[in-house]
């Protein structure tokens, strides 16, 4: 049974769920728990609804299954970049069962339905599609938000993640930006020698990110 938390924006609250491996995700009709988790081994995931729902728009134009070869990674598990869109249960990469020409037009599609916040260039990715909702403006180019006390939703499970992995805990693992998280980020802060305002901008997050990508289970992560 795996725990997957949603951040349903039209209540700004953080959804629980508990699913089986074969079963649907929260809100999809397309997307099974094992084809969003995939290479990754942890017992909870999370996503936005919008991702979600941008995911099954696309299925259904689509009309027929979409392959995703990588969705889920927590952090600490790596794999991607810094500030990966993956990190945060939005992101899909897919359809790398495809051929180039059937590869072009999921693309198009993509692009064309307005769902999703980005769809990389074929140049980029051409033996993959990848798309993402992403959720901005961006607190550095094409990287996370700002984020605060009182904030909610997939990026402050990021945050929250990458600062118990580091040791920096009392935040716990639930997605609201409370005083815990906020006293986190300020410790980080003081020892990375940031301004120690608790606001998570570019520089937090640039070091924050990148210290916490790919360090692996430390004792501090949380599994809710």
Request: charged share 15%; hydrophobic share 35%; net charge neutral.
């Amino acid at each position: 049974m795996t725990t997957i938390l949603i951040y349903n924006p039209d209540n700004n609250t953080m959804e629980r769920y508990e699913r089986e491996e074969n079963q649907y995700m929260p809100y999809s009709t397309y997307l099974t728990v094992n084809e969003f988790r995939g290479s990754s081994n942890s017992t909870i995931l999370w996503s936005d609804r919008r991702a979600i729902d941008a995911f099954n728009v696309t299925r259904l134009n689509w009309g027929r299954p979409i392959y995703v070869g990588f969705a889920f990674k927590r952090i600490w598990e790596g794999g991607h970049g810094c500030q990966s869109q993956h990190y945060a249960g939005v992101s899909f990469d897919t359809a790398q069962n495809l051929t180039f020409a059937e590869r072009a037009q999921l693309r198009t599609l993509a692009e064309q339905l307005g769902v999703w916040g980005y769809v990389e260039p074929e140049y980029l990715t051409p033996t993959w599609v990848h798309f993402d909702r992403r959720i901005g403006p961006p607190a550095c180019a094409a990287g996370y938000p700002l984020l605060r006390l009182g904030n909610r939703g997939v990026y402050v499970l990021v945050l929250q993640d990458a600062l118990n992995a580091l040791g920096y805990t009392g935040g716990g693992l639930d997605g609201v930006f409370g005083s815990g998280t906020q006293n986190a980020v300020i410790r980080f802060q003081r020892d990375r020698g940031l301004t120690p305002d608790g606001i998570v901008g570019c520089l937090t997050w640039t070091e924050l990110a990148c210290s916490a990508r790919g360090v692996g289970q430390t004792p501090t992560v949380v599994n809710p």
